[in-house]
């Protein structure tokens, strides 16, 4: 799975409306609870049962076209070869 968002701490973060939520099991065995709306089907946000104090919202959930770029990339080897990475950006 490949896919950009933004975390931030979740006590900083307050959802409203109605979500259901699936849980998948990563490829190393770890919980991931993903919130979609129930309408439209877009994931909402998700949580990672290893970092409970972050709450991972994607890219696309964001209608603003100076939103920040990425200053981190993890799990490259599953990103598509057309997408590309700022300059600068921290590999790990």
Do not use: N
Not at 26 to 51: I, K, M, N, W
Not at 56 to 68: E, I, K, N, R
Request: glycine fraction near 10%.
């Amino acid at each position: 799975m490949f896919g950009a968002q933004a975390r931030f701490e979740a006590g900083r973060v307050r959802t409203e409306g109605r979500s259901k939520e699936y849980v998948r099991i990563s490829d190393e065995g770890e919980g991931r609870s993903f919130h979609f709306c129930p309408e439209c089907g877009a994931t909402v946000f998700y949580t990672l049962a290893s970092q409970p104090d972050l709450v991972a919202v994607p890219l696309g959930a964001f209608a603003d076209p100076g939103f920040p770029a990425p200053w981190v990339s993890v799990w490259e080897s599953r990103r598509h070869p057309w997408v590309g990475l700022p300059a600068g950006v921290e590999h790990q």
